[in-house]
């Protein structure tokens, strides 16, 4: 039996809410936390950035794991905040964790998917038998355009899992659903991304999620009845509330790790760290349905069942009590700290 | 080992002097020397000269060869020695002279200590690769924080206040206000001290010495050959020196500068003197905590007792053992490598009463020169 | 200098100092020669624990205020460190863990560094 064998998560402790950045751009704060269902989000500190986040996410998965990291075969971080555009962030972590030299290792970018990307590579190479473990990261300091809407929900964060044999949770099963959709896009050496407004719904989000979700279900025997926790990716806190209504799920089913509303959208880190807070409840037997999704655009299906072993698993701090540990920053604060202003 | 006098000493003014180029403040302090000894130069066997980084604040390395050669003693190709240890290199160079005529080697030399910090953007700055610049330096320790962090821990532990520090400032910019050669000659205030900004949580801006230009020299002789130039010799009954850990975290205490207690100990042993014999004294006050510890490290008072001498008026001119009547770094301005020889002028004036509105009645005195945190110290004690 | 930085890479990722077989004494940062017994030591590389006291520490004010700490680690070794928390929670005797951050760049063309900074434990 393989899968996530451990994970771990960070979020930086600083917080801004909508009412904060409403008042600098002069929009309705009311509105806008009505139409995202996000109050506020995490800001990185100044000296934080995905791989910073990537590595706190990944000592404590390996921490709580109770394995040599030199026994970790493959590195894979997925982001689009890599602090160098060309030398990659999986090598600071994989030095920063003890890794040694013996390591598979590569950077990914698929937008908010990459670290699921990085999963399913991981688990295909334990699956094969040529690493004993694999460690898959997600994580984000996400950049946004100021007075874009996106600037309401564009946070940081991310989470890391640990793929190998006798898991916490077993990937039982595992699909993508790819086109070449340009919902959401950064050309290189433009500082904010653009989007395509309402067409990053329907045609991106939706239909690659659903179809994801079904394409698992179809050619893996699955029924929504199958599966007692649901996490989509977040980009606010609508979008994945419809999904699950769309796929036959409740509320109740995704609201454990519905983390968007509190600390908005880590990209990369988003799926993750609510598949993370889902585990930190989960019980063994339960089974949970984890689609991301990536603009440009695909979604990563998983279906993964909690087993026994996660009883003796070490889940404090939990992610919901990382998540009320903070400290918040006005606007000004906000772009310094997002170096968009500098000395 | 022969006796070794001071037969001649000459400053610059200290300070930012915009108008002085590096040979220029040499050479005024050279020949003031020269005057003060009533000699022409050529008598002059060997060059010893204190300079933390010419290589930095001037991009000019081969110190001593430009000093000699603009002194006109490359004319007789004397061998011309650069040392340094940070901001104790002058005191460096007045040991290795002491040493070079103690022993027979040489019977005159010039000890000069000269640095030109202007001509660059930030002296505290190359002052402060006088740390350990990988791991102190590389997470933001610059010379002033590890200082305050010696600071907060004194005040933590032994109950020092911010006020006691202020004292040893104000007691400087009183007696620098005597010296003519003080960069600063303005007397303030404690609440002076206490209202100026923060440079490193406790300190604050007035509790810090300035980075400044200046030059001394200082000529030493055999006692045969002294008593011949001068009939005022002061001879420097010791002349020692130690070092510490670099690093403040390699030390297992951060408030006793065991470089200062050695070198210290040493000295009053050969000069054959206690703490209290002591009757003037010219400490390195880069930092205001940096005189309250000498204090204690120097054994004026017990270790966590230092800040009861500022107090009580103890270091004061006119009290038991004044310390710093000229001013001391902080109002003569610290001009790195030059401090250390400045603070044998200093002595030497006071022991032989040619030290003006400024004057202490003292036969033995001692300098103290320290290297960044306390990794160099030199203890000279000097007498009549 | 980017081999310079590259050689401290491993004991600033992490707190990774050196441990003298003969005497027992940690040092941090490593060291080639153990102070204590010199020719007759025996050091080697090891990780050391993530937790401490804060010893002493200042507030650096010259620009952005930053906070440098003297902090004991729970095996006795001494790390000068930054730590990243508001002044006003610093306090003397302090526990602390550590964390992954950046400690600046050569340039906004250079090499970024790593290291390890602290945090309150709470």
Avoid at chain 1, 207 to 225: F, Q, V
Avoid at chain 2, 26 to 33: F, K, P, Q, S, T
Avoid at chain 3, 57 to 67: F, G, L, N, S
Wanted: glycine share 10%; net charge negative.
């Amino acid at each position: 039996m393989m899968g996530i064998v451990s994970y771990g998560s960070y979020i930086p402790k600083f917080r801004i809410k909508v009412e904060e950045i409403a008042r600098v751009w002069g929009e309705d704060a009311k509105k806008i936390k009505g139409g995202l269902g996000v109050y506020e989000k995490s800001v990185p500190d100044v000296d934080e950035d995905a791989a910073t986040i990537a590595v706190e996410a990944a000592r404590e998965a390996i921490k709580r794991a109770k394995i040599n990291p030199e026994d970790i075969g493959a590195v894979f971080v997925g982001s689009e905040s890599h602090p160098y555009a060309v030398k990659p962030t999986a090598t600071i972590v994989g030095e920063a964790l003890g890794v040694g030299n013996d390591y598979y290792a590569a950077d990914l970018e698929f937008a908010c998917k990459a670290g699921t990307a990085g999963m399913q590579i991981c688990y295909s190479m334990v699956k094969s038998g040529i690493i004993r473990y694999g460690l898959a990261i997600g994580a984000d300091t996400s950049q946004a355009r100021p007075g874009d809407a996106l600037e309401y929900a564009a946070a940081a964060g991310g989470a890391a899992f640990l793929i190998g044999k006798d898991p916490i949770a077993e990937i039982e099963a595992t699909y993508s659903f790819t086109s070449d959709t340009p919902d959401f896009w950064r050309r290189d050496l433009q500082p904010y991304p653009s989007h395509g407004g309402r067409f990053t719904g329907q045609p991106a989000y939706f239909r690659h999620i659903i179809s994801a979700a079904r394409g698992l279900m179809e050619k893996y025997g699955y029924k929504t009845e199958d599966f007692d926790y649901a996490v989509f990716h977040m980009p606010n806190a609508k979008f994945p509330v419809r999904a699950a209504r769309m796929l036959g799920f409740s509320e109740e089913h995704i609201s454990q790790g519905l983390v968007v509303r509190a600390i908005g959208n880590a990209y990369s880190g988003s799926s993750l760290l609510g598949l993370a807070a889902t585990l930190d409840i989960a019980e063994p037997d339960e089974r949970i349905l984890l689609v991301s999704f990536g603009s440009g655009a695909g979604s990563d299906a998983f279906a993964l069942r909690v087993t026994d072993r996660i009883k003796e698993f070490e889940r404090e701090p939990k992610v919901w009590e990382k998540i009320e540990r903070k400290v918040y920053v006005d606007y000004a604060i906000y772009l310094k700290h997002r170096r968009k202003i500098r000395a | 080992m022969r006796r070794v006098a001071v037969v001649g000493v000459g400053q610059s003014k200290f300070g930012e002097l915009w108008d002085k180029g590096f040979r220029d403040i040499v050479l005024e302090a050279g020949r003031e020397a020269l005057e003060d000894a009533d000699l022409e130069g050529k008598e002059i066997e060997a060059i010893f000269v204190g300079n933390m980084s010419g290589g930095r604040y001037l991009g000019q390395e081969h110190i001593a060869a430009l000093i000699a050669d603009y002194a006109g003693l490359a004319e007789f190709g004397i061998p011309a020695t650069r040392v340094e240890a940070a901001d104790a290199s002058g005191g460096l160079a007045v040991r290795q002279a002491y040493m070079a005529v103690a022993s027979g080697m040489h019977d005159i030399v010039i000890a000069a200590g000269a640095e030109k910090v202007t001509d660059v953007g930030d002296p505290m700055e190359i002052l402060s690769a006088s740390v350990d610049i990988e791991w102190e330096r590389f997470v933001g320790g610059n010379l002033p924080a590890l200082y305050a962090i010696i600071a907060r821990l004194h005040m933590e532990t032994f109950g020092t206040t911010e006020e006691d520090l202020a004292l040893i400032s104000v007691k400087n910019h009183r007696n620098g206000a005597l010296n003519p050669k003080a960069q600063f000659q303005r007397v303030i205030r404690v609440e002076d001290v206490l209202n100026s900004p923060y440079v490193a949580e406790p300190l604050k801006l007035l509790d810090c010495a300035s980075v400044s230009d200046g030059a001394a020299a200082v000529i030493l002789a055999s006692e045969d050959v002294a008593r011949e130039i001068t009939d005022t010799p002061v001879f420097i009954e010791a002349c020692t020196q130690a070092s510490d850990y670099l690093a403040l975290q390699s030390r297992k205490d951060i408030l006793t500068m065991n470089s200062v207690v050695k070198a210290a100990r040493e000295s009053y042993k050969i000069a054959g003197v206690e703490p209290k014999d002591i009757q003037v004294a010219e400490i390195h006050d880069s930092f205001t905590i940096a005189e309250v510890l000498a204090y204690e490290d120097l054994g004026f008072a017990e270790k966590g007792e230092g800040a009861e001498l500022i107090r009580e008026g103890v270091t004061e001119i006119g009290g038991k053992i004044p310390v710093n009547p000229s001013g001391g770094l902080k109002a003569c301005g610290h001009a790195v490598g030059a401090t250390g020889v400045r603070q044998i002028v200093e002595l030497t004036l006071q022991l032989r009463g040619e030290a003006g509105k400024r004057q202490v009645e003292a036969e033995k005195g001692l300098a103290l020169n320290i290297g960044g945190t306390g990794a160099t110290a030199v203890v000279s004690v000097l007498g009549r | 200098m980017v081999p310079r930085s590259w050689r401290k890479i491993k004991y600033r990722y992490d707190l990774r100092g050196s441990y003298c077989e003969n005497c027992g004494n940690y040092h941090y940062p490593p060291r080639n020669f153990c102070p204590t017994c010199r020719r007759r030591g025996k050091v080697i590389e090891t990780l050391f624990p993530e937790e401490g006291r804060v010893v002493s520490y200042t507030v650096v004010r010259e620009k952005e205020p930053y906070i440098v700490a003297l902090i004991e680690l729970d095996n006795g070794a001494r790390v000068l460190s930054q730590v990243c928390c508001d002044p006003s929670e610093m306090k003397i005797g302090m526990r602390v863990r550590k964390a992954f951050r950046r400690y600046g760049e050569d340039n906004e063309d250079g090499i970024i560094h790593y290291g390890t900074k602290f945090v309150p434990v709470n």
